[in-house]
């Protein structure tokens, strides 16, 4: 399977890159517990480490923080 498919054969099968990286990271909240920053970082890269992946950090966080009931924290001008 080539690398530069992505997203195009998660397309094709279905799922969305939003589906994708919410899912796992809800998975990733019931076995890991208050990652932050660095760890979660480093762990999305680990478990979706396809280039074409890579803008979905921010979501993935976000979905994993939701899962875990916590809030986002706002940037502070």
Known sequence: MNDDNYPRICFE???TCQACTAETSRQLAKVCKGLRGSELRQ???Q???HSACAPMHSHFA???RESRGER???AVA
């Open 43 to 45: 762990l999305f890269v």
């Open 72 to 74: 986002a924290v706002a």
């Open 13 to 15: 099968a279905g799922l």
């Open 47 to 49: 478990i979706h480490p």
């Open 62 to 64: 976000a979905s994993y």
